[in-house]
């Protein structure tokens, strides 16, 4: 059993910067792949990115490649999501997601946290 709660969202202006956490709990988390999702007001909710349980490879949206960066810290527990450069069709409900291995489905989920880019 995976726990995931995610920290770290907030009120930033346009081209500013945030980093997210997800801290979980269970002992399986270092050998879970890891993602960031996020919906949006009257959309339906999307890929952000992606890490491997090794933090060897990284997958990206297109619309965040260059400008979010997820990493991961198995020592703690935790992944990041340091986003850059944000604009306003960045603001969502982000949330993270583990799964046991990088073709099964995302089995657990956080509650999400609020990021809003203001123009």
């Known amino acids: 059993q995976v726990q995931l709660v995610e920290s770290g969202g907030g009120l930033v202006q346009a081209g500013g910067s945030l980093r997210l956490s997800c801290a979980a709990s269970?002992?399986?988390?270092?050998?879970?792949?890891m993602g960031w999702f996020r919906q949006a007001p009257g959309k339906e909710r999307e890929f952000v990115a992606a890490?491997?349980?090794?933090?060897?490879?990284?997958y990206y949206a297109d619309s965040v490649k260059g400008r979010f960066t997820i990493s991961r810290d198995n020592a703690k527990n935790t992944v990041y999501l340091e986003m850059n450069s944000l604009k306003p069709e960045d603001t969502a409900v982000y949330y993270c997601?583990?799964?046991?291995?990088?073709?099964?489905?995302?089995?657990?989920w956080g509650q999400g946290t609020q990021v809003t880019v203001s123009s």
């Open positions: 997601a583990g799964r046991p291995g990088e073709s099964s489905p995302y089995d657990y």
């Open positions: 269970g002992r399986t988390f270092s050998s879970y792949a």
């Open positions: 890490i491997s349980w090794s933090g060897g490879s990284t």
